[in-house]
């Protein structure tokens, strides 16, 4: 399967963006999905993550209550709706799929990789 995230920006802090994921080659329905992050100078962070079916998630603390993961399947596209944005969410966000885990939270739960969209937030 291959990747392609979108949506990023500059945005102030407080703001709102919504990140996509597109899947093609093979059905999202397939996979776990999940988003990490990964700021200048810093590991690959979990952000969310979401079962096949779209019934289970799980957020790191830092963006629960704030951000929304979602998937469409029949468009074999995954979202990231990101509200009430600080500067410290500023990061490159990466979309992932994993053949096995249906909600992973660590980076070796996912065997496939999208590109990366900037997030930026200023204060």
């Known amino acids: 399967v291959q990747l392609q995230a979108s949506g990023g920006g500059l945005v102030q802090a407080g703001e709102s963006l919504k990140l996509s994921c597109v899947a093609s080659g093979h059905p999202l329905s397939s996979y776990g999905m999940g988003w990490f992050r990964q700021a200048p100078g810093k590991e690959r962070e979990f952000v969310a993550t979401i079962a096949w079916s779209g019934t289970m998630k799980n957020y790191i603390d830092s963006v629960r209550g704030r951000f929304s993961i979602s998937r469409d399947n029949a468009k074999n596209t995954l979202y990231l709706q990101m509200n009430h944005l600080k500067p410290e969410d500023s990061a490159v966000y990466y979309c992932?799929?994993?053949?096995?885990?249906?909600?992973?939270?660590?980076?070796?739960?996912?065997?496939?990789w999208g590109q990366g969209t900037q997030v930026t937030v200023s204060s």
């Open positions: 992932a799929a994993s053949e096995r885990s249906p909600y992973g939270s660590t980076r070796p739960d996912y065997h496939y």
